[in-house]
């Protein structure tokens, strides 16, 4: 997110102070984070599906529309309502929750090729002309994948990339995630935008974190998601 953050405010402050930083001060050096890393047969486990499992988190947007632009933060909680087995896998319905209310719905789905997004909305959901890979087994570093498709009216060109695991700041503490970058591009009549994001994934608990880049003929946005708390059964 483009804005100034609080650690550029105290560096600003601190320019202006005649004090002198002492010689005998020690960094504390952080305490490496065992790399994420699952095992082939338990992909499953980077978004367990049970019904009652969620996930909250602190919901960071900037949106710029020619000259204008607004700056919101929310809490979002994303939690599992039902999970059915279908041919070859399970699927997930996914409530999006803000202010005790549903505001958005998504269905997923995990089989033994990866776990895969099928759609996305409430009254009237769109659905994906195919599942969109959200990751595919076995996960390796390096590993790239793409999709092309549309839910109906916008035409969409995914390009998946596995960056493999990477420590990442959450609200709830400081994790090690499996990185997914995607660059991809979707049309709606006159407008055509292009989308940059990286999801985190960590074995056993699930999305940690988002950070999503958009820019459009029209405007442009970012968004970060970062995982406040979670219930895992």
């Known amino acids: 997110m483009i804005r100034p953050t609080l650690a550029s405010a105290a560096l600003l402050a601190l320019a202006g102070c005649s004090g002198k930083a002492g010689d005998s001060y020690v960094p504390v050096k952080a305490t490496p984070i065992p790399p994420a890393q699952v095992e082939k047969g ?14 909250t988190y602190i919901a960071k947007t ?3 529309i020619q000259n204008k632009q607004t700056s919101r933060e929310a809490i979002v909680t994303f ?4 999970v059915e087995d279908v ?3 399970r699927r997930a319905t996914l409530e999006l929750i803000s202010n005790n209310k549903t505001v958005d719905r998504q269905v997923w789905m995990v089989n033994s090729r990866g776990i895969y997004q099928i759609s996305i909305g409430t009254a009237k959901p769109r659905i994906f002309s195919t599942p969109i890979p959200a990751i595919l087994f076995p996960v390796e570093n390096g590993k790239k ?3 092309t498709g549309s839910d109906g009216k916008t035409q969409m060109t995914y390009n998946f990339t596995v960056m493999g695991s990477q420590e ?8 090690a995630g499996i990185a997914i970058e ?6 709606s009549g006159k407008i055509t935008e292009k989308t940059d994001r990286t999801i985190w994934f960590t074995p056993g608990v699930g999305i940690v974190r988002i950070r999503e880049s958009t820019l459009s003929n ?12 979670h219930t895992v059964k």
């Open 168 to 175: 990442v700041d959450t609200e709830e503490k400081r994790l």
């Open 182 to 187: 995607s660059k991809g591009t979707s049309k």
């Open 62 to 64: 900037v949106v710029q």
């Open 87 to 89: 041919p070859g896998g």
């Open 79 to 82: 939690r599992i309502s039902k």
């Open 145 to 147: 994948f793409s999709w």
């Open 42 to 55: 338990k992909e499953a486990s980077l978004l367990p599906f049970k019904v009652g499992n969620s996930w």
């Open 218 to 229: 029209v405007g442009g946005s970012e968004l970060l998601l970062s995982l406040k708390s």
